[in-house]
């Protein structure tokens, strides 16, 4: 399983990469957030990559989202004015963290994710569990219990009791595990888009 770094996934040969016009670092195009021009000259974010037009590329890091806007680094990169909105990287940070609950409850539905301690230390233990969930709010002695299948790579705490709980229709949920597969990768590459929106959020 690749791990969920802000490093984003190991290089793959061939992997489509494009450059941040922030941070001028390249990197993955899952890893990296997509940014379209609406015919208002609005900012649109193209999260999954689709919109039609020329993409603009950003880190999914708080400081590079800011310093675009206010260094007006959109306008530059699209040669024309653009309006960005000031809260820029919380628009980005929500839209990510739905995103990421998504996919888990499309996991889930497909009998690829369970919860409950005694639900994923069983697929932890059969070897059926590649990624192992855990609420970034829950209590550490509690989550120190599971081990990731594959050490602290395949380990995702992004997401709180509460966004997790959503995923799996539950009020709360504090330990998870996905089966590996498709949408497991995918889950991967969200995590790690949001983990840069959060490391300085304190989310």
């Known amino acids: 399983m690749i791990p969920v770094t802000r490093?984003?996934?190991?290089?793959e040969r061939g992997a489509p990469e494009r450059r941040c016009i922030a941070t001028g670092e390249t990197a993955p195009r899952a890893r990296l957030i997509r940014f379209v021009?609406?015919?208002d000259d609005a900012l649109v974010p193209d999260l999954a990559g689709k919109l039609p037009g020329r993409g603009i590329w950003l880190s999914p890091d708080r400081a590079a989202l800011e310093k675009a806007a206010q260094k007006g680094?959109?306008?530059?990169?699209a040669r024309r004015p653009v309006k960005a909105p000031e809260d820029l990287p919380d628009q980005i940070e929500s839209a990510l963290a739905t995103r990421l609950v998504h996919l888990i409850s499309l996991a889930r539905?497909?009998?690829q994710a369970v919860a409950g301690y005694e639900k994923v230390r069983g697929w932890l233990a059969s070897g059926r569990?590649?990624?192992l969930l855990q609420a970034g709010d829950g209590s550490p002695r509690g989550k120190s219990k599971l081990r990731p299948p594959g050490g602290g790579e395949t380990l995702i705490e992004v997401l709180n009791a509460g966004e997790l709980g959503l995923a799996f229709g539950r009020e709360n949920v504090i330990h998870g595990a996905l089966a590996a597969g498709g949408l497991?990768?995918?889950v991967v590459d969200e995590a790690a888009r949001l983990q840069g929106l959060r490391a300085r959020s304190g989310g």
């Open 7 to 11: 490093g984003g996934r190991k290089k």
């Open 37 to 39: 021009i609406g015919p």
């Open 73 to 77: 680094l959109f306008t530059r990169a």
């Open 109 to 111: 539905k497909a009998g």
């Open 129 to 131: 569990a590649a990624l």
């Open 184 to 186: 497991a990768q995918r």
